[in-house]
């Protein structure tokens, strides 16, 4: 926590050489978030790649004042949720649309991603609704609060409670109905 | 285990690396942007920090660079001059500081005899003659409240707050560079004070410089930088010796000025409402500040009301009643919500944002300054509601 408010400090000072130690602390949790609201790596990466762009040019711009973990993960999330938008718009799909992006539990990249242990996890994830499987993940891996994901979303704290019930719900039969296989 | 019973935790354990490629790209870019500062930084003017810390509201900002010899020999007083008490310097330096709201002090220092670094908290409001010190390592808070002259001490291991009254002289907690010199005067404890000018980041500041010794021949130096705009010690670094001139302790205190701060012992951070309070004599006595038992009063009743009002919304297409009197029904007692309850949620909908208030305890409020506020979430957060 201090060397997040070191890092905040030198960042608001000017510093750019902060932004290595930034990238290097917090790369590993902003791929992984990507990855798992995407399911797709090479996209997760240029979603991190995107971000750090961004945040390097408005350096000098903007001074930050909350969690600066808190910041990157909106912005991921922000920029994990047009991607999607556009790749469903790409593929004409609506984007609340629960079409699962594979059918198939044992294609490859749900392995490649984060290992054969939790494959049937990420492609359970990948079968729910965009908006309830980025509820989750905000909420359970990047630990965001409901009124910090419902601020983000720009819905009611009750909708983004409901996204994470059913969601779970959802989760919960798709993984049971895996292990029944 | 079925997968099922615990997703949370599986979903914690999702991990993936950053690719070697995406590092490269990153790292570019920033290589790129640092590339670019360099070439105009000679046009830019360098970063003005008086301007930074004097933003700050809130202060969470803290330094981690422990002081070492090399950084205090730094400070070379060649052309710097003796100073006391009545230097105008440090007269305005003193005045400064009684005008702003709050001070708040970040404090990192080491010891000889330890490998780890102690982190505290000073915070200090002239105005409220409130006066605080926070062990950031220990979680304990000793709250100073002159008004009252007592002192909360604050016990995390026990979850105890213990009362005494206050004895002494009123700067329990110095901070700035006259209360200490009136500390050492005291105490008999004989000093040297030198005042210089310098420049840092193209800001004029003022360095003092006190250089002491006790009765056992511990050596000391304590640094204030002040900057000379607007007079306010911006850090202080901080080197004691002990006879051989091995070095006991050395430290370094960041000050900021944010316009709020801990106004009663339970808004500083981890000091929970739940604490027991003892007197000195050990025998329980009232809480500080604020009643317990209102403020879980005030909760229930928000809490019910919060209810009426989402059911009153659930039969009137989501919109929330223009007054409290179009409840009647919904909620028992509501003559007692009339009275007591400021209420903020004519012409929103459920659909409102979650962090909108929609009532507040006027009572509570009178009373404390903070009060409990229902948010369109439905939850209850103990705050002070002048910003609806």
Not at chain 1, 11 to 21: Q, T
Not at chain 1, 81 to 100: F, S, T, V
């Amino acid at each position: 926590m201090l060397d997040e408010k070191l890092l905040i400090w030198k960042f608001n000072r000017g510093s750019k050489d902060v932004l290595r130690r930034i990238y290097e602390k917090y790369k590993d949790d902003l791929v992984t978030l990507a990855a798992a609201l995407l399911n797709d790596k090479n996209a997760a990466e240029d979603t991190v790649h995107d971000v750090f762009v961004s945040f390097i040019k408005s350096a000098e711009k903007f001074r930050l004042t909350g969690s600066l973990r808190g910041y990157l993960v909106r912005c991921v999330a922000n920029n994990a949720r047009n991607r999607n938008k556009a790749r469903r718009r790409h593929q004409g799909i609506g984007l609340d649309e629960a079409k699962p992006i594979s059918s198939d539990s044992e294609r490859p990249e749900f392995i490649a991603i984060f290992g054969e242990e939790l494959r049937q996890l990420s492609w359970s994830l990948a079968k729910l609704p965009y908006h309830q499987r980025e509820v989750i993940i905000l909420h359970v891996q990047a630990q965001m609060k409901f009124k910090a994901i419902a601020k983000l979303q720009d819905v009611s704290i009750n909708t983004i409670q409901g996204r994470y019930r059913y969601g779970l719900d959802k989760l919960r039969s798709l993984l049971n109905g895996e292990v029944e296989k | 285990m079925k997968p099922t019973d615990n997703i949370d935790k599986l979903i914690k354990k999702l991990q993936t690396k950053a690719s070697a490629e995406l590092d490269k790209r990153v790292h570019s870019e920033i290589s790129k942007a640092l590339a670019e500062t360099k070439k105009t930084q000679s046009a830019k003017p360098g970063p003005n920090i008086r301007k930074i810390i004097m933003r700050n509201k809130i202060i969470k900002v803290v330094a981690v660079v422990l002081i070492t010899i090399v950084i205090l020999s730094i400070f070379e007083f060649a052309g710097s001059r003796d100073i006391d008490l009545a230097s105008a310097a440090l007269a305005r330096t003193t005045e400064a500081l009684k005008k702003v709201p709050w001070v708040h002090i970040s404090c990192i220092a080491k010891r000889s005899d330890s490998d780890k670094e102690t982190k505290s908290e000073l915070w200090r409001s002239n105005e409220l003659q409130i006066s605080i010190a926070i062990n950031n390592d220990r979680g304990i808070v000793k709250f100073r409240d002159g008004g009252k002259n007592l002192i909360y001490e604050y016990n995390p291991k026990t979850n105890e707050i213990i009362v005494s009254k206050v004895t002494g002289k009123s700067h329990q907690f110095p901070i700035q560079l006259e209360e200490y010199l009136e500390l050492f005067e005291n105490h008999g404890v004989k000093y040297d004070l030198l005042e210089r000018e310098d420049i840092i980041d193209g800001n004029s500041v003022r360095v003092f410089k006190i250089s002491f010794v006790d009765e056992n021949s511990i050596r000391g130096e304590r640094v204030f930088r002040v900057y000379d705009g607007n007079n306010l010690p911006f850090e202080s670094y901080v080197k004691t010796l002990d006879s051989n001139g091995l070095v006991i302790l050395e430290g370094r205190m960041v000050f900021e000025y944010p316009q709020e701060g801990p106004a009663t012992i339970y808004d500083v951070c981890g000091v929970p409402l739940s604490a027991k309070v003892y007197g000195d004599d050990l025998a329980e006595v009232e809480k500080p500040g604020i009643e317990r038992s209102d403020i879980s009063e005030s909760t229930n009743k928000l809490k019910a009301l919060g209810k009426a009002l989402l059911i009153y919304a659930n039969d009137h297409k989501g919109k929330y009643p223009d007054t409290l009197q179009s409840i009647e029904g919904y909620l028992d007692n509501l003559q007692w919500f009339i009275e007591n309850i400021k209420y903020l949620g004519q012409g929103k909908t459920l659909a409102a944002r979650a962090s909108e208030p929609i009532a507040y305890d006027i009572t509570l409020f009178e009373k404390e300054g903070r009060t409990n506020v229902l948010h369109s979430d439905g939850q209850i957060v103990f705050e002070r509601p002048k910003e609806f």
